[in-house]
């Protein structure tokens, strides 16, 4: 059962002890029963009048016999005396007295006065009062229990609504562990990637301005030339082409970036192929731009792959990691290629001899627009990785970069045979 029913529960049965406790607990000190007072009153009324009875009938010894009885059974205080008028017995009974004449004698029958606590007019009710008053309490304290996250809850949720995405009610919750607490921990976590993905759009937001701003700048430079020098046309024009593409190559980026994160919910188009084919078509496409800074690559991989991927994503999670170690190895250099499978994983390390990065950048060159200290500016905007981190995690993989102690870089891609969700699909299906 969940633990917040325990809580309930136990909130609800230890009242309901308590109160029971409770009237038990004013029964024996105040014996306040219910008509406790009324049958009191019925039995001394009783007493009185069988005592009246008898002196009126079989005389005073009989009378003061039974009052000699009653007195050592129940003492009332009960007390025969006569009366020196005899018109006394005219006077109208009380509560607490009788008048009897007999023989021309009045006697007066009186019971000792009872005493009258404010407290005994309540006496019937303190039961009830009882049962209130712990009720209460016990309703105070669950609603208390009970509001108090809600209230946590609501002025999270509000402080998200006016962007406010760095508000956590977690440590609000100290002392409870159920359902409620897990609440509030989700809802951290969720504000935490809230607060994440804003942090990341407002430096993707910053980065692109950024880096428009510089072929931006040559494109003004460009036509301040031509308008100064109009014999210069050709050679501009070929500037102009080279920046407009370059333009071009950073819009795209962007937006494959974008496509990437606003898709992160939705499912793959997925289609089987053998990713290891598909790696060997990259290498052989990158060992032949390699030749022209004499840098060989491992040509092709051994084996067999076959998964369930979008095969657009993959390419290009591969592409780049490749085209990246082409691009910042060393001259007269190597690249190497190498993958491991397992039954339901494929792993697939790219390393080359490049400048490498400092280990404290190994995480950062995976975001959007970060490249390393010691990268060699080799054109490129720092995309290449956070698409391919951005791809593969889309699968249900990592990406990983590491320092290997030949130097260099090392970028390591783990892509399963099928993705996360094609797994849950499989696993909620029937069942034989």
């Keep these: 059962m969940p633990r917040l029913f325990w809580r309930f529960f136990t909130i609800i049965w230890l009242t309901m002890a308590a109160t029971v406790a409770t009237i038990i607990i004013i029964v024996n000190l ?3 029963v219910p008509f406790a007072r009324e049958l009191d009153d019925e039995r001394r009324a009783l007493v009185l009048n069988l005592t009246a009875s008898v002196l009126a009938k079989d005389g ?21 005396s006569k009366l020196a008028q005899t018109g006394a017995c005219s006077d109208a009974d009380t509560a607490d007295t009788r008048f009897v004449a007999r023989d021309g004698v009045c006697y007066a029958m009186a019971l000792a006065v009872q005493p009258n606590f404010v407290f005994d007019s309540f006496a019937p009710f303190m039961p009830w009062i009882a049962i209130l008053i712990s009720s209460t309490i016990a309703a105070a304290a669950l609603a208390r229990y009970l509001i108090r996250p809600v209230v946590h809850l609501r002025d999270g949720l509000s402080a998200l ?14 002392g409870r562990k159920d359902e409620v607490t897990a609440l509030a921990h989700d809802f951290d976590s969720t504000a935490a990637r809230l607060q994440e993905l804003q942090d990341a759009q407002q430096r993707l ?8 701003r510089s072929p931006l700048s040559r494109l003004q430079a460009v036509v301040g030339v031509l308008r100064q020098s109009p014999s210069k046309l050709g050679s501009m024009l070929d500037r102009i082409d080279r920046e407009v593409e370059r333009l071009d190559f950073l819009v795209g980026e962007v937006l494959t970036l974008a496509r990437l994160t606003v898709r992160s919910g939705l499912p793959l188009k997925t289609q089987a192929l053998d990713v290891i084919d598909l790696l060997n078509e990259i290498l052989g496409d990158a060992a032949f731009e390699a030749q022209a800074r004499e840098v060989s690559i491992t040509p092709n991989v051994d084996g067999v792959f076959l998964a369930e991927v979008e095969g657009e994503l993959i390419y290009r999670a591969l ?6 170690a082409v691009k910042y190895t060393a001259e007269h250099s190597q690249i190497s290629v190498f993958c491991e499978t397992t039954s339901d994983l494929l792993k697939v390390s790219v390393i080359d001899r490049g400048p490498g990065v400092r280990r404290d950048e190994l995480e950062r060159i995976f975001q959007p627009f970060s490249r390393g200290g010691h990268a060699v500016p080799r054109g490129g905007y720092g995309l290449g990785l956070a ?8 699968h249900g993989g990592r990406v990983y970069a590491s320092l290997p102690d030949t130097g260099g870089l090392s970028i390591t891609l783990e892509i399963p045979r099928k993705p996360e969700a094609f797994r849950q699909s499989d696993d909620t299906g029937p069942q034989d």
């Design 30 to 32: 105040f014996q306040t």
């Design 60 to 80: 005073e010894q009989a009378a003061t016999r039974l009052v000699r009885t009653s007195e050592e059974t129940l003492p009332l205080g009960l007390t025969i």
């Design 161 to 174: 609504a006016h962007g406010r995405f760095d508000v956590r009610i977690g440590d609000k919750m100290a």
């Design 205 to 212: 937001f910053h980065d692109v301005s950024h880096e428009l």
């Design 319 to 324: 592409e780049n990691v490749v085209r990246n």
């Design 387 to 394: 698409i391919t981190r951005q791809a593969i995690e889309r």
